[in-house]
Antibody
């Protein structure tokens, strides 16, 4: 059974760096074809894809946020880590990690419960 | 960036009725479109991928159609648990983008 769980701070101050961890189970980040993405959702608003990392360490970033995002994985812990620099109130929202259906089928078939992050001083 | 425009923004129907939700892409995305359902306080759930393929465990009352720029999600007979927000997502061209959502509410 595939599960993902986000963890990290619930409150960050403006200009700070956010670090979120996605702990994965039921699959290995080493397995060929595996991919994990981060997707966020401001309160009451639509979903926004941020970044994706593949089993072979290939990464794809949202063009609008690329300069602020870093994604990495720790295969020994089966975790994916997202960092976002220079946080602003507009970054407030729920951050989800999600499992890729297949490496070539860029849809998300399993999602974490989400991590609500508030940016406020 | 491909923009997905969903309509209507809100759809008010009764259980047992048929629901038709639309997603229009700003350019040709072939059949590389998915639909998700999201209930309050929950993560999205994949319903349909590649325009018309139901994901694992999705009831047959959900169906998807379309290609190119115009896509439709149809729920043949609404159950009480189907009232939620629905999003479309394209994967034809980076970046992956989502529509703004259609809220399906009980009339």
């Amino acid at each position: 059974q595939i599960t993902l769980k986000e963890s990290g701070p619930t409150l960050v101050k403006p200009t700070q760096t956010l670090t979120l961890t996605c702990t994965c189970s039921g699959f290995s980040l080493r397995d060929t074809g595996v991919g994990v993405a981060w997707i966020r959702q401001p309160p009451g608003k639509a979903l926004e894809w941020l970044v994706l990392i593949y089993w072979d360490d290939d990464k794809r970033y949202s063009s609008s946020l690329r300069s602020r995002l870093t994604i990495s994985k720790d295969t020994s812990k089966n975790q994916v880590v997202l960092t976002m620099t220079n946080m602003d109130a507009e970054d407030t929202g729920t951050y989800y990690c999600a499992h890729l259906l297949t490496s070539y089928s860029l849809y998300f078939d399993h999602w974490g419960q989400g991590s609500l992050v508030t940016v406020s001083s | 960036e491909i923009v997905l425009t969903q309509s209507p923004a809100t759809l008010s129907l009764s259980p047992g009725e048929r629901a038709t939700l639309s997603c229009r892409a700003s350019q040709n995305i072939r059949t590389y479109l998915a639909w998700y359902q999201q209930k309050p306080g929950q993560a999205p759930r994949l319903l349909i991928h590649d325009a018309s393929n139901r994901a694992t465990g999705i009831p047959a009352r959900f169906s998807g159609s379309g290609s190119g720029t115009d896509f439709t999600l149809t729920i043949s007979s609404l159950e009480p648990e189907d009232f939620a927000v629905y999003y479309c997502q394209q994967r034809n061209i980076w970046p992956i983008t989502f529509g703004q959502g259609t809220r399906l509410e009980i009339k």
